[in-house]
């Protein structure tokens, strides 16, 4: 039995000036959601956490610029970025990430 969430997305139809706002830091990723959804689906697949940060859209700028940074600008090479996001992941909640591996 599939529970509704705590804290339902945000779909595009409800979209305010806002949130679009937010979304500028990636365009490519309003982008992707704009593209692929379809009015009375439950979802729409991968995008439920970005949808989800829109509820408080000043808050998800500013989260998205720093993915946007950290992903795109970085110097650091790929491998070390991904040991530094799991150094962080099993210090801040080691039965999280931990019970993955």
């Known amino acids: ?14 979209w305010d000036a806002d949130v679009y706002d937010a979304l ?4 490519h ?15 729409i697949l991968g995008t439920n956490l970005l949808c989800t940060q829109l509820r408080h859209p000043a808050l998800a700028k500013a989260f998205l610029a720093f993915n946007a940074h950290h992903f795109y600008a970085s110097t650091l090479e790929a491998r070390v970025r991904e040991i530094l996001i799991l150094r962080i992941g099993c210090c801040c909640a080691p039965s999280t990430n931990t019970s993955r591996m």
Request: glycine share 6%; proline share 21%.
């Open 29 to 43: 990723a309003r982008d992707n959601v704009l593209a692929t959804f379809k009015p009375g689906t439950p979802g």
């Open 1 to 14: 039995m599939a529970e509704s969430p705590r804290i339902s997305p945000i779909y595009p139809p409800d």
């Open 24 to 27: 500028s830091v990636i365009p």
